[in-house]
């Protein structure tokens, strides 16, 4: 089976190929870390952002979605701390002149440490059989111990070194780590600098500093500032939540792993207002709920694991990520933040205007604290993908690519293929066509033969193969095919429209 760097690199050449991921500008050799989705992958990343639309707009009463501008007004940003603190620590290796993340750095020693550990459980557990008791070995045997204890000193002085914004005890932390640079492997290293990730420009046509706008680095601010708007109009009463889906900015140190971490990304976000003191209860049910989610996307739930977060951000007071095995290891998919009344209050501090809300019920006013879900789109769709690309080798010995996609992301859900390009099969494929057009995404194709075409369709991912017959012609059947078992029945091309309709609906996952 393919893992790793290599499936990686498969995924991605094969994102191209089929049109569903291209470089941005690509006739210009590119842009560092921005993409552009082809026909095949706006059709996924749609559907995407549908399924996850209905499921937080649709099917809960209390939440509703809204749509606000990318620019905001810089106090914004002044307010929510992004000017001061949206930082990451940088540091440069002097001889390769790469740029890295500091946190990252001392984060990926770790894990390697972490590694270490897993491999001697993994000896230990083959060593013993069914006796192994891995709980009991962890606590016991020494070098499992010995780093452990080397991790937990690291992450308890990188932890209050990032605190203090202690930038010299980060880069001491590098230096005594013996963290070298992958690239030169040197540890010439220069200081560890704050860089601020927001890009910005200018508004109008002065060019002063009054017009400096922002291009917004997360959604979320666009939905506080309006959320007594929508509570006003909607007549929304607290527990309630507010959707969105946008574009979002990021000036990111260091951009690789493909849409992993682009610096233009599109967000998925709700942030739900609460009453002060219930934030905790709703935490857990807002993780409960999102890692459902994501388990309902025909992923299996051992390739999904929650990190709780051990530096808070300044806003925080609980947090945890939802990590995904992508092809190069566990990383953040989406963010679960207990985000108290920090924005809410700090917008009201900036702004003047009261930003409390009137709780009939306990007939008292207060600024609501907020549980934010925040999920990166192109994060999803890596995964969606990663997950189901699959080379086969069929019982004949060919081969083939798949995209094993649940049938309700597929860009494409059903084809229509008349077997041959004459006879009338055309025009009788056309007919079929004409019905499932306007509730089914659709794609007629004539050109080669039919197990190409076939072929084509798996590599996208398409659930239904339509093909159109001499038989049709006689009796009005056609056989339909299914991507992952390669099996055909006949059905009535009457009957085409309602089948294909319910074997992708949501409810089928
Ligand atoms: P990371 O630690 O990976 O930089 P983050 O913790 O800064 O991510 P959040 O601010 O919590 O991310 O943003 C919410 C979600 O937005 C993330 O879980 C991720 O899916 C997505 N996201 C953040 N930055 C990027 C990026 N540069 N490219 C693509 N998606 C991103």
């Known amino acids: 089976m393919l893992k790793g760097e290599d499936l990686f690199k498969k995924i991605i050449a ?15 050799d590119g842009l560092s870390a921005v993409y552009d989705y082809g026909q095949n992958g706006c059709a996924l990343k749609n559907n995407i952002k549908d399924y996850w639309w209905k499921s937080m707009v649709q099917y809960h009463e209390n939440i509703v979605g809204i749509d606000s501008a990318i620019f905001m007004h810089p106090t914004v940003w002044k307010a929510s701390g992004h000017v001061d603190a949206f930082n990451d620590p940088l540091i440069d290796n002097k001889d390769s002149k790469k740029r890295y993340r500091a946190d990252v750095l001392i984060e990926d020693h770790m894990a390697k440490l972490e590694e ?27 070098r499992v111990l010995a780093n452990q204890e080397k991790i937990d000193a690291i992450r308890t002085r990188f932890v209050a070194a990032l605190d203090k914004n202690d930038l010299k005890d980060i880069k001491t932390l590098i230096e005594e780590l013996e963290i070298t640079c992958p690239i030169s492997g040197s540890r010439n290293w220069t200081d560890v600098r704050q860089f601020n990730l927001m890009f910005s420009t200018q508004m109008g046509s002065l060019s002063e500093d009054a017009n400096l706008i922002y291009l917004r680095p997360e959604t979320a601010q666009g939905i506080f500032v309006n959320y007594l708007n929508v509570q006003k109009t909607g007549r929304m009463k607290i527990p309630f939540g507010i959707a969105q889906i946008g574009k979002a900015f990021r000036n990111e140190i260091v951009a690789r792993q493909f849409v992993f971490r682009m610096r233009e990304f599109e967000q998925m976000e709700m942030q739900f207002f609460v009453r002060p003191g219930e934030e905790k209860q709703w935490y857990d049910f807002w993780k409960e709920e999102r890692m459902k989610w994501h388990k309902s996307l025909g992923i299996p739930g051992e390739l999904f694991r929650f990190h709780d977060h051990d530096k808070l951000a300044h806003y925080a007071n609980a947090a945890a ?35 409390q809300y009137f709780d009939p019920e306990t007939n008292e006013s207060y ?28 019982e004949d010995g060919s081969q083939r690519v798949v995209l094993n996609l649940p049938p309700m992301l ?69 056989t339909i095919r299914e991507r992952d078992t390669m099996k055909q029945e006949r059905i009535h091309m009457d009957n085409v429209k309602q089948v294909v309709l319910e074997r992708i609906s949501y409810r089928k996952g």
């Open 321 to 355: 990520d939802i990590e995904f095995m992508f092809p190069f290891g566990y990383k953040e998919l989406e963010g679960i933040h207990s985000r108290t009344d920090f924005d809410l209050a700090a917008h009201q501090k900036f702004s003047g205007k009261k930003l």
């Open 14 to 28: 094969h994102a191209k190929e089929y049109g569903f991921i291209f470089q941005s500008s690509e006739i210009y």
């Open 410 to 478: 597929a860009p494409v859900k059903a084809a229509v293929l008349p077997l041959m390009k004459k006879d009338g099969l055309p025009e009788k494929a056309r007919e079929l066509m004409d019905k499932l057009k306007y509730d089914l995404m659709c794609r007629y194709e004539e050109k080669d033969a039919i197990g190409r075409r076939y072929r084509r369709q798996d590599a996208i991912g398409t659930p239904y193969c339509l093909t159109i017959d001499h038989q049709t012609l006689e009796d009005n059947t056609v």
């Open 116 to 142: 270490k550990i897993g491999k001697e459980v993994e000896k230990a557990a083959k060593r013993f059989g069914d006796s192994f008791d891995e709980k009991m070995f962890r606590e016991t045997n020494p």
């Open 367 to 394: 600024v609501p604290y907020v549980v934010e879900t925040s999920i990166g789109l192109d994060r999803t769709f890596l995964a969606v993908l990663s997950h189901a690309y699959k080379e086969e080798t069929l």
